[in-house]
């Protein structure tokens, strides 16, 4: 379908006749020979900045884009040798555009924005409505363009702008948008510059589209595969609320690495440095698949944070860690005391357990003789039987806390920190995900009037917080 039947199609599903600016916007797209789709605002909006565009912008299937994937185009003048040029800089909406950069990048003796009256007299174009999809705009400017608006650009990824009508976006790939630029001998100045060296915007971004987080899985690979499920379960809740859910095209990219060796974790006391190697030697292996935020889907190797952080810090990768995690969302709760489920060698607080490192703050207490249910469990949920284990579970948590840990009014919250737990669970975590889902304070789930913590559901939430916003260190608890 041309560029033309497909805006023609979108206009008339909505009783809306195309806009001249439109059908210029159309014509152009043909002549430069690039792919594009085009397509109205939420309920027809109009929208000016870049803001407003992102939030109503259509693509695959849902409303709202990322901010950085608006193109920002601002027109200057530009006076150099005492001859007067015209500048069209294009970045991406999450970032300003430097100026003096600019100038000092085209040679030019004296640069400003157009006022708004030039640029509707010179380019018949207004706030809202300045695009390189123009005819006025390609063929009266030069077009500089921000690196940032090319790096990290896969084949495939698109970036949205106006079609010269505030009610219409305009979906096209930036580096067909710049062939077909050059073709014209729009691009660069004097000296052909393509893309600039160097950013030449600046401002905060607060991107994530490009980070991609890495999960080292294997005891059980469920539990991996599950916190994955749980990452975008979680992600579409966040960018949804952000106004930015962009279906498929805006989840994380996800590296998962399946290490069947990792087994040997459930005898952790017997082959301690066996594991550490596996671990440590399977984080290395995503740091140079690239990614950049790495996470452990286990309880129990969480004790090697020390040894992952090392490995991995010639990378700049960051490690989560998920008693980290833990400690985040009790402090969020005020939750100083809490029952504790795991295998032996995490709830050995005095020995391999990472959560070790929670006290002082957060005082844990154990189920006390219930090692052998808590390994039956597991290994139940990795037969797939999975019922038997929810069973085993219920009759833990129906036990009275004893009498010197007993709270005043109900059970002592359970921290879930047995990834086999987290998968038995999961169905009950869905159905109350669905149901709290209006409730902006999202109540945490409950079992046999006990408030659960299920790590494996914390450490999801923190690694998509994280992603959504990269402008966060991460503060490991001391070694």
Partial sequence: MTAYNQALCEARKYGIECSGPLKESIHVVQSLGIWARFSLNRNGNEVESCIDAARNRYRLG?????????????VFRINRMHKQRFVAAHCRGDKEIDKELLRNTRGADHIERISSDLLQKKFEAQKGTV??????????????????????????????????????????????????????GRVGIGNNILLMKKPFSSGKGGRHGQRRIGIVTGNAPESGMLLWQKINRVARRELKDRGLNAGDVGLPAVLLNSVPAMGVSMELDLRKNQARSIVVDAMKSLCLAGCEILALACNTTQCFSKEIINACGRWDATFLSMPEALMAALSRDKCDRARFLGLSFVADFDGLSAYSRLRPEVELFSFEKEDEKMIDIAYKVKQG???????????????????KIRVRRGKMPVVMALTELSIAIDPLQKKHESMAAKNVDRPPLQMKDRVVYDTLGIYAEAIVHHWLNPEITNPHFSQ
């Fill in 62 to 74: 849902t409303y709202g884009i990322p901010l950085w994937d608006e193109l920002k185009t601002n």
């Fill in 131 to 184: 695009t390189p999809f123009r005819w006025s705009i390609v063929h009266k400017c030069d077009h500089i363009f921000d690196q940032d608006v090319f790096d990290g650009c896969q084949p495939g990824s698109t970036m949205m702008t106006n079609a010269g009508d505030k009610r219409w976006g305009i979906e096209f790939n930036p580096h067909e948008l710049v062939q077909g630029l050059d073709q014209l």
């Fill in 385 to 403: 039987k999975t019922q038997a284990a929810m069973q085993k579970l219920n009759r833990i948590l129906e036990q009275e806390d004893p009498p």
